[in-house]
Nanobody, 115 residues
Framework: QVQLVESGGGLVQPGGSLRLSCAAS????????MRWYRQAPGKQRELVAF???????VYVDAVKGRFTISRDNAKNTLYLQMNNLKPEDTAVYYC?????????WGQGTQVTVSS
């Protein structure tokens, strides 16, 4: 079992940057699947980015070239660096881990992009 706690959200102007963190309650070296999702008001939760245990990454087209997912296994932390933010990036961002076939979610952190 693993508990996930996100942080780093906030209000930022268009074109700005934020770095989200997701702290895990235990060693994440054995967790091969870690992802960031987001959910905008009135919309379904959508996948934003994926990182595997070997560091391989996948991004949805809407964030390619602007967002970077990374993991620091020594700190048991998943990150999402978000640059050149746009109003359409406004959402609650959730981290997700698949561990021994079970899916774990954090509580989410709000990101608001507005002038």
């Amino acid at each position: 079992q693993v508990q996930l706690v996100e942080s780093g959200g906030g209000l930022v102007q268009p074109g700005g940057s934020l770095r989200l963190s997701c702290a895990a309650s235990r060693d994440i070296r054995s967790i091969n699947v870690m992802r960031w999702y987001r959910q905008a008001p009135g919309k379904q939760r959508e996948l934003v980015a994926f990182i595997g245990g070997g560091g391989n990454t996948v991004y949805v087209d809407a964030v390619k070239g602007r967002f970077t997912i990374s993991r620091d296994n020594a700190k048991n932390t998943l990150y999402l660096q978000m640059n050149n933010l746009k109003p359409e990036d406004t959402a609650v961002y959730y981290c997700n881990a698949i561990d021994w076939g079970k899916s774990y979610w954090g509580q989410g952190t709000q990101v608001t992009v507005s002038s």
